[in-house]
């Protein structure tokens, strides 16, 4: 049976409004399952759509990680901006920004963690948002390769 990765999203919501965590240790971890949400839903979904292939060579390198971003970037530019109240971003940057804010959560441990409540909840929701555009994505949003 195949994990879906969704669940790492479920996660982190189901987590986010647990009182039962210390605050810096749950905010780590929500941001750090909605970034795998995103990265794993989105590897998958470019696999079946055939813009990325790799093995999990490639993931325990942490290799593939860029590859899903780069692929992102290779689709056709009235596609590329998807998101945002703010600021629109393109879909790619969406998930980067997200890679780097996982960073941030997962091995910055010397640092205070600066995620307040609401920024927290925006990533989440960011996660979700990004999903549900990448679940929608054919080949024909891609430049040709």
Known sequence: ??????????????????????????????????????????????????RITGTEVDERKGEMHQKVI???????????IVWGEKKEKKLWQGLNK????????DYNLNENFQYMEKTVK????????IIQRVNKLTLSDFLET
């Open 70 to 80: 780069d692929a992102l970037k290779y689709m056709k530019e009235e596609n590329k």
């Open 122 to 129: 925006f990533y989440i929701e960011d996660a979700d948002d």
């Open 98 to 105: 997200l890679k780097l804010k996982r960073g941030d959560a």
């Open 1 to 50: 049976m195949t994990f879906d990765p969704i669940k790492f999203l479920k996660l982190a919501n189901d987590l986010f409004v647990d009182g039962n965590y210390d605050e810096e240790e749950k905010y780590r971890t929500c941001v750090s399952r909605a970034y795998y949400a995103v990265h794993l839903f989105t590897r998958e979904k470019l696999k079946k759509l055939e």
